[in-house]
């Protein structure tokens, strides 16, 4: 079962800030390829700035995505993957609200992620927010989309 | 991060003694408890304090009577003196509970054992738990004393009591008649544990190294958490946590099965009936019932390897020994080859649990029974629930060709989009149980942390 994150953190006005999320935003794929195609699990991942309503600057960061299973078991790989790590941890310094506990380690990293979760995963007796067109799990996709491809290649 | 004190050795004297040894008193009750207010939780602590059993030696004078103590986060808040800015210090997965979509997504406690129908612990006034005294015997009446000493104490605190058996009228208690070590499914248990050893210098690869499950020894910047120098982490050092979970084993759904599935079993297994049952409950669990390992005993249960640990998955690539999803291979996957999303080595559980309920009788499969389970770790998301995840889920591995399918033993098999199939390779091709059944159903759940000795004393105050 998929299961989503969407990462909602309103970031501080300064122009240091604004210009650390523009960056965040610039080199998010970059930063963060490596670590979430080694995961296997993560479907789609995406980061988009929320403008001020003056339409000046930044109001707060956004970072969606879809991945298969439970989160917080993974948490740590993506703590682990210096990209990943490099990623949520400038979000968690730019944060207009600092985390508490600081994002300095594991524990730090979790909570932070928890606390601006705005998505419901489904759970018993409680109803998802996310719509599901399969229930394959990236792995699976992957790996027939190379038996799909080899062929083709050898012809 | 700070690592302080990582190499100081812990003191035994301020561990609670289970984190540290199984205690093997034949009598155990699990007394589970709701506060009503601070002075009387503290009252309550105190009453209790002088028979907490530490983690030290007893020698010969092995203790009659005993306990240790258990505080969910609830029950953290309802006694300590911790601002809110250092209660959030605790990890996510303890702070929020098993009945919270984080952790509900690695437990999958759907349908037969929706937390609505649990008897504790779910996230209702009425429902949460704040404290589980687990208190220890040498005889039936000495358990009648340690468990009137705690509820007498709990009633005059205040405190409310759950008593999860038998429609709210009988504590958990544990079924002190089962031969030793035995748990209903008639399997021996707790066979395999971490090797708990404290290594100088700390040693990352080693996942038996206390600084795993012990808080305040961090290994990494990965955990145990409440991590550093600071007053939450100064009130969880030296604690474990102890994720509690009371699980109904439905013997006569179990029994039914093994009979059913028994003529798919190979030709050579079929000498008997009963043995070829025995070859059906070996494959779901990875062991045999008297404990061989499928690994080290392929063809029949062999006193000689019913306690062996030394072994690996690396020879049996095809599960033509021991299936992929059997219980033990799940829960220990050892040397086999995981996905790269997984952590390496494969963390460990302390596993501290026992059977409650009497058996079966030849007449009757009435009654209530299955296991308290008591798992202790140092993270309960990156542990427990993730080894959990894996027995609902098995996508941990390529080897599995179904990446929704699940242990052969304690599954929800209301998880959705799950593959109940069961696949036992054999040398005549491959045996296809089509659908699992609920074997195993989730009564109440808390997670606890078993914090320190001296911890424990400045509640009592
Ligand atoms: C009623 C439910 C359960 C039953 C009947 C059961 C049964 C067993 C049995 C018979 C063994 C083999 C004995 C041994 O290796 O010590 C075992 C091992 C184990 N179980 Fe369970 N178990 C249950 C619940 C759980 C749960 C909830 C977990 C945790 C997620 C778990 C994790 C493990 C682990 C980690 C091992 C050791 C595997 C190894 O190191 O080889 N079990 N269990």
């Known amino acids: 079962m998929a299961n989503p994150l969407t990462l909602y953190v309103p970031i501080k006005q300064d122009a240091v800030s604004q210009a650390a999320a523009q960056l965040a935003y610039q080199n998010f794929v970059k930063s963060v390829t490596s670590g979430l195609d080694e995961s296997g699990i993560v479907h789609y991942a995406r980061v988009a700035l929320i403008p001020n309503a003056s339409g000046q600057g930044t109001y707060a960061i956004l970072l969606i995505t879809t991945f298969d299973g439970p989160m917080n078991p993974y948490l740590g790989f993506f703590w682990k993957n210096p990209g990943t790590q490099q990623a949520f941890a400038g979000i968690a310094a730019i944060a207009l609200t600092p985390p508490n506990p600081p994002v300095k380690d594991l524990t730090g990293f979790e909570n932070f992620i928890n606390k601006n979760n705005l998505s419901k995963s489904a759970s018993p007796g409680k109803p998802g927010d996310l719509y599901e067109a399969y229930t394959k799990t990236v792995k699976e996709i992957t790996s027939t989309a190379k038996e799909l491809v080899l062929p083709k290649q050898s012809v | 991060m700070t690592k302080t004190n990582n190499n100081s050795i812990p003191d035994k004297s301020n561990i609670q003694g289970m984190i540290l040894r199984g205690f093997t008193h034949p009598y155990s009750c699990h007394l589970i408890f709701q506060f009503n207010d601070k002075p009387g939780a503290k009252n309550f602590i105190k009453s209790i304090f002088p028979y907490i059993q530490s983690a030290e030696s007893w020698g010969d004078a092995k203790p009659d009577i005993m306990l240790n103590i258990g505080l969910t986060y609830s029950g953290i808040k309802a006694t300590s003196d911790l601002s809110e800015t250092y209660l959030e210090y605790f990890p996510n997965s303890f702070i929020e509970g098993p009945t919270s979509a984080g952790s509900q997504g690695s437990l999958n406690d759907w349908g037969v054992s929706d937390p609505s129908g649990w008897a504790f612990g779910n996230d209702t006034d009425e429902q949460h738990v704040d404290c589980i005294v687990h208190t220890y015997a040498m005889t039936d009446e000495t358990r009648a004393l340690i468990v009137s000493i705690v509820s007498d104490a709990a009633k005059a605190n205040g405190l409310t009591e759950f008593l999860p058996i038998d429609n709210g009228t009988k504590r958990l208690e544990e079924y002190a008649l089962m031969p030793r070590n035995f748990i209903h499914f008639a399997y021996l248990d707790g ?36 991590t550093g120098d600071n007053p939450a982490g100064d009130f969880a050092k030296d604690g474990c946590y102890n994720a509690f979970r009371m699980l109904y084993q439905d013997v006569k759904v179990f029994d039914e099965f093994l009979i059913a599935n028994a003529p798919k079993a190979p030709k050579e297994i079929q000498q008997t009936p009963e043995y070829a049952q025995e070859w059906i409950a070996a494959k779901l669990n990875g062991r045999w019932r008297n404990g061989s390992p499928l690994e080290l005993s392929p063809n029949a249960p062999d006193v000689a390897t019913s306690h062996a640990t030394d072994f690996g998955y690396k020879g049996d690539t ?28 494969v963390p460990r559980l302390i596993r501290r649990g026992m059977a409650y309920g009497a058996p079966p009788t030849l007449k009757s499969y009435d009654g209530e029974r299955g296991l308290i389970g008591l798992f202790l770790c140092g993270s309960i998301a990156t542990q427990f629930e993730l080894l959990y995840s894996w027995m609902n889920t098995t996508n941990f591995a390529s080897t599995f060709t179904s990446q929704q399918g699940q242990d052969g033993l304690i599954a929800n098999r209301d998880t959705p989009g799950a593959d109940r199939s069961f696949n036992i390779p054999t040398a005549d091709g491959s045996i296809t149980i089509d659908s699992l059944p609920h074997f195993v159903i989730t009564r109440g759940t808390a997670y606890c942390l078993l914090p320190s000795i001296s911890t424990l004393k400045s509640i009592a105050g």
């Open chain 2, 191 to 226: 066979i395999d544990q971490p090797d708990l050893t404290w290594n100088d210098p700390a040693d990352p690869n080693d996942t038996g190294d206390l600084r795993n499950f012990l808080i305040g020894y961090p290994l990494s910047d990965s955990g145990p958490g409440p």
């Open chain 2, 318 to 345: 095809t599960g033509m020994k021991c299936p992929f999803a059997a219980h033990t291979r799940v829960g220990n996957p050892r040397d086999e080859v995981l996905n790269s999303s997984e952590p390496s080595p």
